[in-house]
């Protein structure tokens, strides 16, 4: 089954990727690589949530907003890439959460971006991955998101 062919069996479509707030592009292709740069949880260019895991925001409110930030990664990716077909293989993913220094469940919040990842993917969407609490993240999300894929 193709990835497009999961993406409408889960009912997820993907965003239109988000223009870029500074000096960058959303994504990169080098040989069969794109980069994407980090995607965070923005729908219609507001943010799905604000603040911090361990503080304003809850372990299931974090989840949801990492598997935003894949869904946009993925559409970053897909551009990239000439459609989401295209992607071969997710590779790596990055998860940057902003979190309370007690607050140690960064994979949990991971899991949210892995997980549409693979049911996106398939077995193509097993990745590398690296979740990493961060003081404070652009707009004040409380997680972002950056992809290695393989493209066909």
């Known amino acids: 089954m193709s990835a497009s062919d999961r993406l ?12 870029p707030v ?3 592009v959303p994504a990169v292709q080098t040989g069969d690589l794109v ?3 980090g995607q965070v949880p923005v729908v219609d260019g507001k943010p799905v949530a604000t603040g911090k895991l361990g503080a304003e925001v809850s372990l299931e409110q974090g989840v949801a907003a990492a ?3 894949a869904l946009n990664a993925i559409a970053a ?3 990239r890439a000439g459609g989401v077909d295209n992607i071969a293989q997710i590779v790596k993913a990055v998860v940057f959460v902003a979190s309370t220094p007690e607050f140690t469940d960064q994979p949990k919040v991971g899991n949210g971006a892995s997980e549409v990842l693979a049911d996106v993917f398939g077995d193509a969407g097993r990745h590398a991955r690296s979740a990493v609490g961060v003081a404070v993240l ?3 999300v409380p997680v972002e998101v950056e992809l ?5």
């Open 138 to 140: 652009p707009l004040d």
């Open 148 to 152: 290695i894929v393989r493209v066909r």
């Open 77 to 79: 990716a897909a551009e």
């Open 8 to 19: 409408d069996e889960l009912g997820l479509i993907l965003p239109p990727v988000p223009t």
């Open 22 to 24: 500074a000096a960058y």
């Open 35 to 37: 980069y994407t740069s």
């Open 67 to 69: 598997r935003v930030c």
